[in-house]
């Protein structure tokens, strides 16, 4: 079973920046998709970006140009550095690890990133 754990959300103001980490334990599969996902009150969850444990990676358009996703040293934590947040960026962030193999779709409890003056 995987076990995802997030930290990093908090409130910050339009323009400010935010890191979430996520920490995995458990993926069996070294052939994996570690991610974010987003999900706004009254809305669906949404991809907000990927990353493939080759080293491609993938964004929403909403996000390109001011998230940056990444896979650290160790391959089983997944970081997103967000800047210029905007209000619309206030979500629940969910971490997720698919694995390619097994297809084994897991996700974390979720954070709370709030923007607002």
């Known amino acids: 079973q995987v076990q995802l754990v997030e930290s990093g959300g908090g409130s910050v103001q339009p323009g400010g920046s935010l890191k979430l980490s996520c920490a995995a334990s458990?993926?069996?599969?070294?052939?994996?998709?570690m991610g974010w996902y987003r999900q706004a009150p009254g809305k669906e969850r949404e991809l907000v970006a990927t990353?493939?444990?080759?080293?491609?990676?993938n964004y929403a358009d909403s996000v390109k140009g001011r998230f940056t996703i990444s896979r650290p040293f160790r391959m089983d934590f997944v970081d997103l550095q967000m800047d210029n947040l905007e209000p619309e960026d206030t979500a629940v962030y969910y971490c997720?690890?698919?694995?390619?193999?097994?297809?084994?779709?897991?996700w974390g409890q979720g954070t709370q990133v709030t923007v607002s003056s």
């Open positions: 458990g993926i069996i599969d070294a052939v994996n998709v």
């Open positions: 997720n690890v698919l694995e390619l193999q097994s297809r084994r779709d897991s």
């Open positions: 990353a493939h444990s080759s080293g491609w990676s």
